[in-house]
């Protein structure tokens, strides 16, 4: 008598229409792709940065990162932004849905960045939660939030070619950028399906 072969939780069922975010999730790791979706918090970034340094030990062929993050913690922003550095392979983003705040991080780390068509780019500084503590506790965690929002301009002015000044107003107005605009900033590279690479 055989034992009776356990299901996989994470695998679709037959019949099933769509399968479970693991058992998706693994099959975009094999297909050198990562799925980064929702708000970048700790987690989302060990996460991201395990997979980015995996792939970029396993072959030097491009890992394709699709990007949905309308906002998130810039410390964990940055973390995949330096795992994106770290892996030594090219990383291509693709904007798939919204990406702001916090994320516009990973966004300007990747080197090659795309935009499905009716993507939006939110160029807005990144949430802080509440802050608690003491005055001086509480006058760090400022100071090091304004020090890392300058180096997010930095990055992005970096990529875009845009001014330093223009960056900073345009953080501080939260403007909303369609991918063809997003593409005329120099925020993305292409946009997917319709033309070619920037120069």
């Known amino acids: 008598m055989t034992a009776r072969e356990e299901p996989d939780p994470g695998r679709p069922e037959p019949g099933s229409s769509l399968p479970s975010g693991s058992w998706l999730d693994e099959r975009m790791v094999e297909q050198r792709t990562i799925l980064v979706r ?16 995996l792939l970029g030990r396993s072959g ?5 990162m699709h ?8 410390d964990a922003a940055f973390a995949i932004a330096d795992a994106i550095e770290a892996a030594n ?6 904007v798939t849905s919204e990406v702001g705040g916090a994320a516009l991080a990973v966004l300007a780390a990747a080197h090659r960045r795309t935009a499905l068509a009716h ?5 807005a500084e990144p949430r802080v939660d509440s802050l608690t503590g003491t005055a001086d506790e509480v006058a760090a965690v400022a ?18 070619g845009q001014p330093r000044s223009r960056i900073e107003d345009d953080l501080s107005l939260g403007r909303v950028l369609s991918a063809p605009e997003a593409h005329e900033y120099g925020l ?6 319709r033309d ?4």
């Not at 030097?60 to 394709?64: C, I, M, T």
């Not at 993305?188 to 399906?193: Q, V």
């Not at 070619?196 to 120069?199: F, T």
């Open 38 to 53: 929702g708000r970048i918090d700790a987690a989302v970034a060990n996460h991201v940065a395990g997979v980015l340094l």
């Open 188 to 193: 993305i590279d292409a946009i997917a399906g």
């Open 119 to 123: 993507a939006r780019i939110r160029l």
């Open 196 to 199: 070619a690479p920037r120069a």
């Open 89 to 94: 392979v090219p990383v291509h983003v693709v």
């Open 143 to 160: 100071g090091r939030y304004l020090r890392d929002l300058e180096e997010l301009a930095v990055r992005l002015a970096e990529v875009t």
């Open 60 to 64: 030097p062929e491009p890992v394709h």
């Open 67 to 74: 990007l949905s993050a309308p906002d998130g913690d810039l």
